[in-house]
């Protein structure tokens, strides 16, 4: 039988209408196009797309379930190295890791890898009612700080192993990065609170409002009796620009606007924690996380929104997928520019009037691409004498974030390299005995699909180390 050389697509949402709501832009495979899909796998004998994946799932034995439409056993195979298949599918840069290594991907599109993970998924989520077998307590207790990609995988991992595994969040719900960072539209919280209440199931703890760092130490962890720590607690301290005109009101970091509008709900009515909503907006950056926050302004009522991105759209670091999706919903890709001075308004005569400080502009540089940098993407350099000005109600700042300093400030003899991250070895081991680390907590802002092999390689070494005691 002839392969078919086209991936199928996707059914999404059209996007003058997503662009107005927060339900999920991609609506998922039905069973007929999986089947269509999974039948174009190779079942490659070196299986290079596993190689690809940094949790190793066994990306053509699950293939081969869907082929047999043993749609469970397809997720068994997927969950016995992943605790988030459903996340997965959905979020995964399948493009620069598993499908990127495909062999069909040679000479015809990849195989739809992530889009088969994400069917699986949902199928065992919708149709499954067996808990899962909870191992035999092997008497070791594991603390977790952080209920992000890491550390959810780091405790799904142990826990299969029979650990007592305690979760800290210091958000008041689980799931970190998962539930405050990416949008409805792109990740349903209920599709997360779903993972987590499987690793629950296996016998997790999971505590919320626990700050590590003020509410306990982790010295005072070891001292309740965890014998190691693995410190998943991502990157959530923003970066800025340090340009004029930051302070005004209506400046976000990105982290904050997303998490007002993703954790506490700011686009609903009369809302807790209020979030400016209407106007134009400027979102200066060009990731996956200014994608989020563009296409997040716009379901709040923006009626212009650009992307100010300071290199082409070839160097753009955003999923091409979250791009496109963008174009077409109406976002106004202002590329080669970058801010120097945000623009206010102040009345001098009266410091009492309400608009003052309030942003009402946005002054940005054009830029040329010049000789490639250390990291052999051309440096951006400015064009004297071409600045202009964007009329614009706010600015959301999206260039990156680096962790917090709070778990190295109240650690001792915890290394820290000049980012800011947690110096860790193959292993994730710290510099301090039996405390490991990873995700963005360790290498800055990265994807979750990395965050997730950092806990898998930090469990299998807590494991190691424990059971050998």
Do not use: W
């Amino acid at each position: 039988m002839a392969i078919d050389p086209i991936k199928h697509e996707m059914p999404t949402q059209e996007p003058l209408v997503r662009a107005h709501n927060f339900d999920e832009v991609a609506l998922g495979y039905d069973e007929e196009t999986a089947l269509a899909e999974a039948s174009r796998c190779l079942n490659c004998v070196n299986k290079p797309c596993v190689q690809g994946c940094p949790v190793n799932v066994r990306i053509p034995e699950f293939i081969a379930k869907i082929k047999e439409k043993d749609y469970e056993g397809a997720y068994q195979v997927i969950n016995s190295t992943s605790s988030l298949p459903a996340v997965c599918g959905r979020v995964c840069p399948q493009e620069n890791q598993c499908e990127g290594k495909c062999t069909l991907g040679i000479k015809f599109q990849p195989v739809g890898i992530g889009r088969l993970e994400r069917f699986v998924a949902d199928y065992h989520n919708a149709n499954s009612t067996a808990a899962p077998v909870v191992p035999e307590s092997n008497g070791h207790k594991v603390a977790v700080v952080g209920s992000g990609p890491s550390g959810l995988t780091c405790a799904g991992d142990l826990a299969k192993k029979g650990y007592k595994v305690s979760v800290f969040e210091a958000l008041h719900t689980a799931g970190g990065v998962l539930v405050y960072g990416i949008p409805e539209f792109r990740l349903p919280k209920a599709i997360v609170a779903k993972e987590v209440e499987t690793l629950k199931a296996l016998g997790v703890d999971v505590e919320t409002n626990v700050v590590i760092g003020k509410t306990l130490t982790i010295d005072e962890l070891f001292e309740m009796g965890y014998e190691a720590v693995f410190v998943g607690s991502g990157a959530g301290l923003p970066n800025f620009m340090h340009i004029p005109g930051e302070e005004f009101k209506g400046v976000y970091s990105a982290n904050e606007f997303l998490t007002r509008s993703n954790l506490m709900k700011a686009f609903r009515d009369n809302p807790e924690t209020p979030i400016m909503k209407g106007g134009k907006v400027a979102i200066v950056g060009g990731g996956n996380v200014a994608m989020d926050a563009a296409r997040t302004a716009l379901r709040l009522g923006a009626e212009h929104v650009y992307v100010v991105y300071r290199r082409s759209m070839e160097e753009l670091p955003a999923r091409k997928e979250e791009v496109e999706h963008a174009i077409e919903e109406g976002i106004d890709f202002q590329l080669l520019n970058n801010p120097v001075e945000i623009l206010g308004y102040n009345n001098p005569e009266d410091p009492r009037d309400p608009k003052n400080g309030f942003v009402t502009g946005i002054k940005c540089i054009k830029m040329e691409l010049g000789e490639p940098d250390e990291k052999g993407r051309r440096r951006p350099m400015p064009v004297e004498g071409s600045e202009f000005t964007l009329d614009v109600d706010a600015v959301v700042m999206s260039i990156g974030t680096s962790p917090n300093p709070l778990i190295k400030d109240t650690t001792p003899g915890l290394e820290i390299n000049n980012r800011g991250g947690i110096i860790v070895n193959e292993d994730g081991l710290t510099s301090r005995a039996n405390v490991y680390a990873g995700g963005d907590a360790v290498t800055g802002a990265a994807t979750v699909i990395s965050a997730m092999g950092a806990g898998k390689v930090a469990a299998k070494a807590i494991d190691e180390y424990l059971s050998s005691k």
